[in-house]
């Protein structure tokens, strides 16, 4: 089966088929950094990471360029640095630390490229000059615009024209500009706020124009694809194809566009008004990462997902289900490296259709549960094991894994089971008794079957 992609800007689904197989590129719009993430800021990490998986596994690793940003100049980090009477930089290093600490607890692989926005300055300025030189911005009261009007396709990709998106009131209204959706390339900088010099004065580059000269700088005119939040598909990346195919004499900026969907508390958008703002760090403090990425992915990328603690609660219980299976198997043997099963490779080449994906995997889970022979149970342990690799759980050792929370490390645990199992040899049932009551007072469950002694924790 061939990789299809639902691509945004045709609003169709369609196989991928990148413009180079060895040189596969991918970008998505990462944070911008002013605050910790939350838990929508994490959908778009943990979805596009299964999409890096996959064609990592389609393509080969070194062949796969996934870049993902970090805009480290905005007006929100300026009025952060401000309230704290510190420079940006102060600011941006804090919550990107952060930022890769939540993610990567997520099991969010690193990109290839992590470009950041004031590192390309210069890249901005320079294609600031070339649309100017085309025809495409003007220079108006400290501010460099872009001109909507000298780009006919501009609208294609969110489907609305320019009057409608001027009647919803999506635009700045200024005097400044020819026309009301005309969007900002470089805006100047007043009052202390960061600025680098130009020709048109000190200033700092529109949000917009930033993706546009890292994916030129990195990835080149055109990519295969373009990836982030649905809440970007306008006006961001309406504005960045406007830009980077102007700057390119009508070259096609990139070849698939993919938007993942919302993500709701209980049912109700999330906002600062209602109080409903839910960070990774803080959800990371009642769940392993793992159950947080694994809820995250239990709805298709593409449709809203609804945040709450039974959904947490579940996605956990059905981890427990596949590491239970995992720890059955714990005596076999793989000589080769774990490949994923064809049906949730499949599942996931039919637009990243993670649900789908994950109930292929509970039958994984029956069929290793019952799995009779060697061969039969290698085949099921290297299933499990690689299809687990694509979704990117199943990274912990099955007895680590049930031994989060407990208050005695695996390795006490381990050793009182020995003990036990040593009493129980020798006759000596009421220490073996005691052992298992004292491990079962602190939430450890002991189980005993031909394969030998293996615990869990009591949920």
């Not at 069929?367 to 061969?375: D, Y």
């Not at 199943?394 to 929370?405: C, E, I, R, V």
């Amino acid at each position: 089966m061939a990789l299809t992609i639902y691509n945004s800007h045709s609003g169709e689904r369609e196989v991928f088929e990148p413009h180079d197989s060895k040189r596969v590129t991918v970008y998505v719009c990462g944070p911008t950094v002013y605050n910790n993430a939350h838990i929508g800021n994490a959908r778009p990490a943990v979805v596009f990471d299964v999409l890096i998986r996959l064609l990592r596994h389609l393509y080969g690793s070194k062949h796969v360029i996934y870049a993902r940003n970090i805009t480290d100049v905005d007006d929100k980090i300026n009025a952060a640095a401000t309230s704290e009477g510190v420079p940006i930089s102060t600011i941006t290093e804090r919550y990107i630390k952060i930022y890769h600490r939540d993610v990567a607890a997520l099991g969010v692989l690193p990109p290839n490229l992590e470009p950041r926005a004031t590192d390309h300055i210069e890249e901005m300025k320079l294609m600031i000059e070339r649309l100017i030189s085309k025809g495409h911005a003007y220079a108006s009261d400290g501010h460099v615009l872009f001109d909507v009007s000298s780009y006919p396709e501009y609208g294609a990709l969110s489907k609305c024209n320019q009057d409608e998106i001027i009647a919803g009131a999506r635009v700045e209204v200024a005097p400044y500009k020819k026309n009301p959706s005309d969007f900002v390339l470089w805006k100047p900088s007043v009052n202390g706020q960061p600025g680098w010099a130009s020709i048109w004065g000190v200033g700092r580059p529109g949000w917009h124009l930033e993706c546009s000269a890292m994916i030129e700088s990195h990835l080149g005119e055109t990519i295969d694809i373009h990836a982030g939040g649905r809440d970007l598909l306008f006006p961001h990346h309406e504005n960045e194809i406007a830009q980077s195919v102007c700057a390119h004499d009508g070259k096609t900026f990139a070849r698939y566009w993919m938007h993942n969907g919302f993500v709701n508390i209980d049912h109700e958008k999330m906002s600062k008004s209602v109080g409903n703002i839910t960070l990774v760090s803080d959800l990371l403090d009642e769940a392993p990462g793992e159950a947080i990425r694994y809820a995250l992915l239990s709805a298709h990328y593409r449709q809203p997902l609804s945040w709450s603690s039974a959904g947490l609660s579940l996605a956990r219980r059905n981890l427990d289900r596949i590491y239970e299976a995992l720890r059955l198997l714990e005596d076999v043997r793989l000589e080769a490296s774990p490949s994923p099963a064809p049906t949730v490779l499949a599942a996931l080449e039919d637009d990243l259709n993670t649900p789908k994906a994950m109930a292929e995997m509970a039958a994984l889970v029956r069929l290793a549960n019952t799995a009779q022979g060697e061969g039969a149970r290698k085949e099921a342990k290297s299933s499990l094991i690689g299809s687990g690799a694509l979704l990117g759980i199943l990274d912990h050792n099955p007895t680590k894994w049930f031994a989060q929370g407990v208050d005695v490390d695996s390795n006490e645990i381990d050793e009182l089971i020995e003990a036990r199992n040593a009493a129980r040899e020798a006759k000596d049932y009421e220490t073996a008794d005691q052992i298992r009551d004292d491990l079962k007072a602190r939430g450890v469950v002991i189980e005993d079957s031909n394969l030998g002694t293996t615990w869990r924790i009591a949920k």
